[in-house]
């Protein structure tokens, strides 16, 4: 590893790169910061909170341990758990700070990883594209498992570029517990120990300690975790609403690193291809974990946004590689900070689905049967029926009936256009869901609708009498 000379980031009557770093975190934590409330005290930023947060306060609260659900590991809940000792009910809120935190540690990583591979001012890069990349700060500000992940790959990749390969197989196991595609990470493990068999031994051990020690419950119910893993993995390939008219997997994640980055990507694509020419030690990590990462996207269907993210990172100091251009690569990230800004002031207004919900409250008698969109408030007091999330390959759900729902007693009916919007985008795929929603605006009296505006965010909500 070559010496830092001044001239990566010179010191100057500002402060020098540290000063540098300290701004971005300020900055970068305050735009995660906004918006954290939005859709408070319901968990409307995404559904995965309704699955994390309950099942981490449950854990303070006399459930103990094992968490009985395996679509995830269980290092993030454990996180979270102390955090909601103190709560009545669980605190969104409270799991969203936490995960702010954990984004702004997340940046401070790729300061590091980008300083060990090409020096000081490959950090700030980093660390400059980790902090507006729109992914990173969207998911910075919801209790899910995909920042942790992206933190703990980060900082095994800079233990990597320094050689301390036995830590580097701890952080292995503890981004593995975030989320299981950590696991990806033994790829640059390998690569970096190469011929170094007993460290590489050590190493794949003490991921193995690290992994079992943050998600024991894994280990003890191996076949309940395994059988939750191979759901989520063929959920994953099968697709998801909404991605039917996607792009195939190779150009759809690169959309969404386009949308992550912006022209910072062009950047970084020229980084990766001189790591591949001159396979230094960091280019070898960065690039093995490049190619190794994004090959196993190519099995997916479902083109979410947030799978990319554990590349932003790696990919931000790919961009910092090439110094002579590093000024117009800050200035690039001008674009993708943009982005940002404009995501995030739309998460200072209220949700269409909360103004729904008051609504329903006040005009809807109590003990009203009401069939219901997914990813939308609890009702309490109400008898819900809920509608599944239509999905490739699965069977229609039979309540998409409005014939069936006024047999059932059902008076209302709640539907949104974070749901139907994505149907009737891909109407050839769900032409009997299609059928269902013509059918409610046809037959249902519309007693309610509220689109997203000045005032509201989200997705138009319409509430039927049936």
Known sequence: MRRLRRSDFAESRWGGPWLALAALLVGATGLRLVGVRYGLPFPLLNPDERNIVPRARAMTHGSGADPGWFDYPTLVMYVLAPFQ???DEPSYLTARVVMVALGAAGIAAAW???WKAY?????????AATAVATTHVAYSRMAVTDVPL???ATVALALLVVGRIELAGIAVGLAASAKY?????????VAAAWGRWRRLAIAGALALVAFAATSPYVILRFGDAAGDAARVQRSSRDGWLGFENDNAAPIAFVERLWDSLGPVLVVAAIGLVLALVHRTRADLVLAVFCLAYFAQ?????????????????ALGALAGRLRSVAPVTILLLAVPLTWSVRDTRDLTKTDTRIAAHRWIVEHVPKGARIAVDPSTPDLTGYRI???LLPRPGEPFDPNRDVDRLRGEGVRFLVLTGAVEDRVLAARTHYPRE???VQEARREGDRVYRVLPNGRFGGHWVEVFRL
């Not at 020096?119 to 660390?127: C, D, K, Q, S, T």
């Not at 083109?303 to 993210?309: A, Q, T, W």
């Open 434 to 436: 299609t059928d269902f």
């Open 150 to 152: 992206t933190l703990g």
């Open 385 to 387: 029926v809920h509608l």
């Open 181 to 189: 595609p950590g696991l990806i990470l033994l790829a640059p493990l």
């Open 85 to 87: 000792s103190w709560h």
């Open 297 to 313: 996207l190519m099995t997916i269907d479902a083109h979410f946004d947030r799978y990319v993210l554990p590349l932003i990172p």
């Open 112 to 114: 590091w990883l980008g």
């Open 119 to 127: 020096g000081m001012l490959a950090g700030f890069v980093a660390a």
